[in-house]
Structures are given as structure tokens and as C-alpha cells.
């Protein structure tokens, strides 16, 4: 019988730990998940890559505790696309509209990743994110121009001025020798 009953106890304490680990390998975070928590009507403009928001937000770990927040400050200005934020909170941004409160919890690999944030975020921790939209403003032609035609422009322009240079720097030194050329014709009939 007390073979039977150690033998129950260690199946239990098996089991449970087997539980531990199943629900601990759970808890680990691999995508980017956004709850949305209140959404206005009507929420006709939502925000894409490019536009400026301004958001109030908390940072905690996933155990709760808080690493930063912006509601005692002035609220966090984030132009998408700029990368000013984690990766994470700038993905979970997109597609939202002002007034709009969401919740993003971060996987590490679009936080901090292995190294964290010392002391405050250890490294592989995943971040969860109270967000409220306060406003959206839409990037304007001007600014769609600069973000995305003009880096493609400089990109032709450099090899084109290089290009350049490198014909005149040509031609000055075939003039260069043509003049060598006239005066060393002359300095042999003298």
C-alpha cells in the first residue's frame, strides 16, 4: 500500500510539473497580438504607414509591472514608418483611428530582443502595451513625395553626379595631355 501511495504522489508531482512547463511554453509570446479595447464611431480614418499620431500609452512586462508611460507627460508623437518606436507598438499601430484604445502584447524579437533594455527590460521579455490614439494626421502629398519619391531620386542622382565628375575629370585630363603633347612638339623644332 505505501508503494502504491508513493507511487500515486510521484505521478501527481509528474504530471503537475509537466503542467507547469505546458502552461509556462504558453505564456511565451511569438506574434504580435492587438486587442482593441474601445473603438469610436464612426472611425472612418485609420492610419498607414507614413502618418503622424500622437497616443498616450503604458508599457508593462507581462508580469505587470510598468516601464514607461506617457500619461504624465505630453502625449507621444509617432510618425509610422519612422521607426521611433519598438517595431511592435508601430506595427499594433497601424490601421487605427483617434479616439481608439488597443492593447498590444509583443513578442521580444519586435521589442528588445535577447538584450532587452537593462535595468528596466530584461532581455527576451515580451512587452504589452496600453495604447489610446489621442489624433491621426494623414501624411500630406508633400510629405508622401519626400518619404518616398525623393530617397529614390537621390539613389539615381549619385551614380549620375559620379558619372559626371568622372567625364570632366576625363576630359580635363585629355586636354591636359593634348596640351603636353603641343608643347613637347614644340619644344623639339626649337
Keep these: 500500500m505505501k508503494f502504491t501511495m508513493k507511487s500515486s504522489g510521484l505521478l501527481l508531482l509528474i504530471a503537475a510539473l509537466t503542467c507547469r512547463v505546458a502552461l509556462a511554453e504558453d505564456s511565451v509570446v511569438e506574434e504580435l497580438q492587438v486587442e482593441t479595447l474601445v473603438k ?22 507581462l508580469d505587470g509591472k510598468v516601464i514607461d508611460t506617457s500619461l504624465s507627460r505630453d502625449p507621444l508623437v509617432v510618425e509610422l514608418g519612422k521607426r521611433t518606436v519598438i517595431i511592435g507598438l508601430e506595427q499594433s499601430l497601424v490601421g487605427v483611428c483617434a479616439g481608439q484604445k488597443i492593447k498590444a ?81 614644340k619644344s623639339k623644332k626649337k
Design 40 to 61: 469610436p464611431d464612426p472611425c472612418d480614418v485609420l492610419s498607414v504607414m507614413g502618418d503622424t499620431l500622437q497616443i498616450h500609452y503604458m508599457g508593462k512586462l
Design 105 to 185: 502584447t509583443i513578442p521580444a524579437h519586435l521589442a528588445y530582443g535577447k538584450k532587452g533594455y537593462p535595468p528596466t527590460i530584461p532581455g527576451d521579455a515580451a512587452l504589452e502595451f496600453e495604447v489610446e490614439v489621442i489624433s491621426v494626421s494623414q501624411q500630406t502629398p508633400w510629405q508622401n513625395m519626400v518619404n518616398n519619391v525623393f530617397p529614390i531620386v537621390c539613389l539615381a542622382l549619385v551614380p549620375t553626379l559620379l558619372g559626371l565628375v568622372g567625364l570632366y575629370l576625363y576630359k580635363k585630363a585629355a586636354q591636359n595631355q593634348c596640351k603636353k603633347k603641343a608643347k613637347d612638339k
